[in-house]
């Protein structure tokens, strides 16, 4: 009777054990991993005259600001300043001091598009333009035939630009030409694509598409071994449109 009765308490013990690891076992959550930005990888510093390269990645989901595909492609960051003064409006607007702001940029192609993905520091978020408020924005400009003997400020009427320009709060980005300081043109939009996001850190990040062919005057040819680009920018909280922005003070490659 006795031995019957030890050997009772040992089941009971024993399977209490089981099911107190099972309930254990059941009920705990797993810590998902801290997720890792695609944006922890090494950049390279990039200054007038330097070379982008162009990261191959058929079928890859580009267009997404924070596709992981966008790893594969090496970023590069390059300081903008002030763009000089042409205009007498922007003398009156123009302060020298103000310091430059680097954008970083990455570049891919999935074999029939072009993807150029540009992200900066902006501690405030400016989508609405009015007489007292200004968006923020940004924009790609391409040499066409005379590559980089073209004036990086717009080109001129022998040597125009095409430009693709991306404002925070507008429907979709506008394609345009320009030969010169005030001459520029809405061209047909054609495929041209922007996808944006700004994330509460403080940070814009912007993705601009376009096929690789695409017809019209005026339209870069994407399909050329190199391309001499340049960058502009324009802060809304500082009040920037216009002539008043930030640029890169000459042409990098993007190959």
Not at 18 to 27: A, I, K, M, V
Request: some cysteine.
């Amino acid at each position: 009777m006795t031995n019957t009765f030890l050997i009772t308490i040992a089941l009971v013990t024993l399977l209490g054990a089981c099911t107190e690891r099972d309930s254990r076992s059941d009920n705990t959550v797993a810590t998902p991993p801290t997720p890792v930005s695609i944006d922890d990888t090494p950049v390279e510093a990039l200054s007038v005259g330097g070379i982008v390269n162009v990261s191959q990645q058929p079928g890859a989901a580009l267009f997404e600001p924070n596709s992981e595909a966008w790893r594969a492609a090496q970023e590069y960051s390059l300081d903008l300043s002030l763009a000089p003064p042409v205009h007498q409006s922007i003398n009156l607007r123009y302060d020298p001091a103000t310091p430059p702001v680097s954008v970083k940029l990455r570049a891919g192609s999935d074999t029939e598009n072009l993807y150029l993905r540009l992200r900066w520091t902006d501690t405030t978020q400016n989508t609405v333009t009015s007489r007292e408020q200004f968006s923020d924005g940004v924009a790609i400009q391409f040499a066409l035939a005379s590559g980089p003997a073209t004036s990086y400020m717009m080109g001129t009427t022998a040597t125009p630009v095409n430009i693709w320009y991306w404002k925070a709060g507008a429907d979709a980005p506008q394609n345009l030409a320009a030969g010169g300081f005030g001459s520029t043109t809405t061209l047909a939009q054609g495929k041209l694509s922007t996808r944006s996001l700004y994330r509460e850190g403080g940070e814009w990040v912007v993705v601009f598409s376009r096929p690789l062919n695409q017809a019209g005057e005026h339209q870069v040819d994407l399909n050329q071994d190199a391309l001499s680009i340049a960058l502009a920018l324009w802060q809304g909280d500082a009040r920037q449109r216009d002539g008043l922005k930030h640029v890169s003070q000459g042409w990098i490659t993007l190959q």
